[in-house]
């Protein structure tokens, strides 16, 4: 079977992934744009492939930022209540420090990790979605990393080579 597709359905895959970019204008719009985009050409393998393995890269990302939200959260709070504050910590009137700013460090740095961590997500999201995009101009596959598959996404193996290495396929 050949796996190289018509311009259409090249175009098609590639809107899959740059749709994803709507959630940063419409809530869930990561989720509802792309899913549009994949059940109009869901009868072509190239697009069918593509639509899952969008979804299923941005449902990992909710799940995942989700997961990080609850643990910052949950840490933050059980680092805090951890700490012994002697005596009141926040800047007075004349912008001086009253209490110990040292005893507040566990807990920053927890909140710096995750927000770290949860940056990562975002700059993952915008590599992923950039790298698929390219990927689906070029009429080719592409596998998102850190992806749960949720929607049975994988390549099947009559799309590329005898040996059915996505790495060998053709051009």
Do not use: C, R
Not at 29 to 54: M, R, S, Y
């Amino acid at each position: 079977m050949n796996n190289q597709s018509t311009n259409p359905d090249k175009t098609v895959a590639a809107l899959i992934h740059l749709s994803t970019f709507t959630q940063f204008f419409f809530p869930l719009g990561n989720f509802i744009f792309p899913l549009i985009f994949w059940t109009a050409k869901k009868n072509d393998p190239f697009v069918n492939e593509h639509g899952k393995q969008a979804l299923n890269f941005q449902i990992s990302l909710f799940l995942y930022a989700i997961f990080l939200l609850m643990l910052g959260v949950a840490g933050a709070i059980l680092i805090g209540l951890n700490i012994n504050f002697e005596d009141s910590f926040y800047f007075n009137d004349h912008h001086q420090w009253i209490g110990n700013p040292v005893e507040a460090g566990p807990v920053t740095i927890y909140i710096m990790v995750m927000a770290f961590l949860l940056i990562s997500l975002f700059v993952l999201n915008i590599y992923g979605v950039v790298s698929a995009t390219i990927k689906a101009g070029e009429g080719k596959y592409f596998k998102y990393p850190l992806a749960i598959n949720f929607l049975n996404a994988g390549k099947p193996k009559d799309l590329f080579t005898a040996s059915g290495d996505p790495e060998n396929e053709t051009a």
